[in-house]
């Protein structure tokens, strides 16, 4: 294939990184210059009526050292990466008419935000689109997205059975140095953006950095260094310390590794250590994550309207100063005071946390589950708009629960934290 003289922009979105990047690959297979562009919405930086960002502080650094990694990572290969934080169109067309730029490669997206963006491509930049954020891409699922099931286990069953998982791809060649675009914008700091310097929590369950190496450190780690994906099952559902669980979600929103990496590599794990439910049940959550795509891929907007996707009807209120204790920690339940006091101090809470604290908010207190939703993006780090809202209208009953369950948060507590470990050690932290 001969490459065209011209420039191939590559839109990172969520999929920060080098390896198994189809956009990327596609780019440099097809022109003589490629350059990468992310960009920083406004508002992400501002506040909202509900008096938090909707990016705060934890989630803004993890970025940021996502996308210093990911600026690293593009200059081996003689790539350079464009930030922004300004006008995106404007930016757009200051790169198509100083550098030739003819093409756009990226990650398909469809949330409303994501689709307000691509409306802003000038209409003479031909774009290319891959679904690269899937472990089964929509062209190898049993079934289409129209006829997406809307309870989990008859997708994963189906997809188990019919489907295959594609073989992820390597890092693209490294392109002529010559061709590289030179004096691009540096890569922001927090405090340009607007954040103080967070302070480091010795509790944290997460004491990582984001980035595509460091997710692949990680992966070593949990996986041939101390063998723990042999006992994953058991121990997903702890609360304490970074072994309880892979922590790959962190690396997973951002796409700083894709889904298909951590299959191969499950798969080789199987292979070379043991093939147990442990190495099952981490692909069986990675096509969870997948079924929550699938499903705001069907439904589309309805993710984030009050009703859900099951248009159901209840009565919701916006109690600002209860939803401020439940921000706070300082609820009548001290399992989702605990939690609530994590996610505010690291940027992070246990899974198990997450489904007592949104079933308490929303079928306790009965508050408008969007809410709640909303200050999981803004706080969580590993936050995935599919994954969050997905889980939320799981939560408040307008979602994908057959069931409809209400989490008993005392009980939930005395089952996995009997002695009181994980409540003391957060419970010890002060009101904000």
Known sequence: MQKRK??????????????????????????????????????????????????????????????????????????????????????????????QVTDLYGQKEWTQEEVDDEMEIPTDITTHWHYDQFLFHPD?????????????????????????????????????????????????????????????????????????????????????????????????????????????????????ISPRSIYASVKKYEQKIIKNDSTYWLVFELIWRDYFKYISLKHQNRVFHLGGILQKSYEWEDNKHRIQKWIDGNTPEPFVNANMRELRCTGFMSNRGRQNVASFFAKEWKLDWRIGAAYFEAMLIDYDVHSNYGNWMYNAGVGNDPRDRKFNVAWQAERYDPNKKYQNTWLQTTLF
């Open 6 to 99: 011209t420039t191939g922009l590559v839109w990172f979105r969520n999929d920060l990184r080098v390896s198994d990047q189809h956009a990327l690959s596609q780019a440099v297979m097809a022109h003589d210059r490629v350059v990468g562009i992310y960009h920083i919405p406004t508002s992400w930086l501002k506040t909202t009526p509900w008096g938090f960002k909707k990016m705060e502080g934890f989630r803004a650094k993890f970025l940021l050292e996502t996308l210093q990694q990911l600026r690293s990572d593009l200059d081996a290969i003689n790539i350079s990466l464009w930030i922004t934080t300004g006008n995106w169109k404007e930016t757009l067309l200051e790169l198509q008419q100083k550098h």
């Open 140 to 256: 190898d699922i049993p079934m289409t997205v129209e006829n997406i099931p809307e309870v989990f286990t008859v997708f994963r069953k189906k997809c188990e059975k019919h489907s295959i998982v594609r073989a992820p791809i390597e890092t693209p060649p490294a392109m002529p140095p010559e061709n590289k675009l030179s004096n691009t914008p540096e890569t922001p700091s927090l405090l340009s953006l607007g954040y103080s310097k967070n302070k480091e929590d010795s509790r944290t369950a997460i004491p990582f950095s984001g980035g595509e190496k460091a997710a692949w450190e990680r992966m070593n780690e949990y996986f041939w260094e101390t063998e723990q994906l042999s006992y994953y099952k058991k121990t997903r559902n702890g609360l304490l310390g970074k072994k309880y669980s892979s922590k790959l979600s962190l690396w997973l929103a951002f796409g700083s």
